[in-house]
């Protein structure tokens, strides 16, 4: 970790309707590069983003920059700096692609040279509904979409999930040269992109931080895994090519 994180959690806690769903959170994201937050299903990795953002009901200290921001109303994170990738894309499938996209620009020169190097197949599709997008292509519509603006910050949640190994692979690469410009903390489930893409992982286990430190430090030690993400090393491509086959993944 670096002495200057862009990001940093301090004990945060997180409810959804009165209930906890992070006991208490701590970590940071250095200025670089792609942080994993890593952790078997329903350990509280999503409910961590969306309390960052202010989505969910938090207690704790948020600071990105040196500006502390777990007061401020999810707008305003936003605007201070935070783009997100929300779970399961959220595109608004009744606008077109060129629509979903001017949606999220919020500053006066968007980086719209960037997405269109990055997704050129959104270009060709800009007139098109977002609805009638393949799943794939949607989840580059979200990813574009946080892309526009200069962030300090990206929060990028599951964008591999359900995807064919194909796209699998783009939206990796596309996340990968995003990283070149801007510091990502990244939710997966796909033990393979995180050893392609990730340098540093926060590990949570029953809604608490439980290990930290270089990415392939947990991944290439198949005991580190197994106890701390209940898969065996040799069994993460072949229960995600079993996910990918039936259009989901746990």
């Known amino acids: 970790m670096t002495d200057s994180p862009i990001l940093t959690v301090e004990g945060l806690r997180c409810t959804i309707a009165g209930q906890q769903v992070v006991e208490e959170v701590t970590f940071q994201v250095p200025a670089t590069g792609i942080t994993a937050v890593l952790g078997r299903n329903g350990v509280g990795k999503t409910s961590t983003l969306r309390g960052i953002l202010g989505l969910i009901g938090r207690k704790g200290v948020v600071t990105l920059a040196g500006e502390r921001i777990d007061g401020l109303p999810t707008h305003k994170v936003v605007q201070r700096g935070v783009g997100y990738v929300p779970e399961d894309r959220e595109v608004f499938a009744k606008l077109t692609v060129a629509e979903n996209l001017a949606l999220a620009e919020r500053q006066r020169n968007p980086r719209r040279d960037l997405v269109a190097e990055l997704f050129p197949d959104l270009v060709a599709r800009r007139d098109q509904m977002a609805g ?10 979200s990813v574009a979409r946080a892309l526009l603006n200069d ?7 599951e964008p591999t999930k359900g995807l064919a190994p ?11 040269e995003a990283a070149k410009t801007v510091p990502i903390l990244l939710v ?5 992109v995180v050893r392609q893409l990730a340098g540093d992982a926060v590990v949570i286990a ?3 931080v439980v290990h930290t430190g270089g990415a392939l430090e947990i991944l290439n030690d198949e ?3 197994q106890r701390l993400l209940g898969v065996h ?18």
């Open 223 to 225: 005991e580190l895994t």
């Open 132 to 141: 009638t997008l393949s799943g794939g292509q949607q989840q580059m519509v």
């Open 151 to 157: 962030n300090k910050v990206l929060l990028v949640d």
């Open 188 to 192: 997966e489930q796909n033990l393979d």
């Open 206 to 208: 029953g809604g608490r």
């Open 233 to 250: 090393v040799d069994d993460d491509r072949t229960a995600d090519t079993a996910a990918d086959t039936e259009g989901t993944r746990a």
């Open 166 to 176: 194909k796209i699998v692979g783009e939206v990796a690469e596309a996340l990968a």
